[in-house]
Nanobody, 121 residues
Framework: VQLQASGGGLVQPGGSLRLSCAASGSIFSINVMAWYRQAPGKGPEWVSAINSGDGSTNYPDSVKGRFTISRDNAENTMYLQMNSLKSEDSAVYYC???????????????WGQGTLVTVSS
């Protein structure tokens, strides 16, 4: 199983970006999908999560109301719509999915390679 994240880039404060994360490989089921980020010199920060089944979502206060996580189960893909971006949102964004492989008995968390988001004028 591999996760491919994309959509990062340079955006001005107040702007928007949409990140994507696609899973490929021998997948039987996906449970929780999530985004994390890590800014230079800082530890990783959880950004959002979505339950692949019922679509319920969670966000930390730092991004609530500005970021929206969504998923396309048919495509094993999730998205992160980021609006009203601030300089403090600049970081490498990583996607994760808890995946049950077709030949596995337990869910395993996979990570994407990261995509850089820079918010600057």
């Amino acid at each position: 199983v591999q996760l491919q994240a994309s959509g990062g880039g340079l955006v001005q404060p107040g702007g928007s970006l949409r990140l994507s994360c696609a899973a490929s490989g021998s997948i039987f089921s996906i449970n929780v999908m999530a985004w994390y980020r890590q800014a230079p010199g800082k530890g990783p920060e959880w950004v959002s999560a979505i339950n692949s089944g019922d679509g319920s979502t969670n966000y930390p206060d730092s991004v609530k109301g500005r970021f929206t996580i969504s998923r396309d189960n048919a495509e094993n893909t999730m998205y992160l719509q980021m609006n009203s971006l601030k300089s403090e949102d600049s970081a490498v964004y990583y996607c994760t999915m808890d995946v049950l492989g077709a030949t596995q008995d337990l869910f395993k968390r996979y990570w994407g390679q990261g995509t850089l988001v820079t918010v600057s004028s």
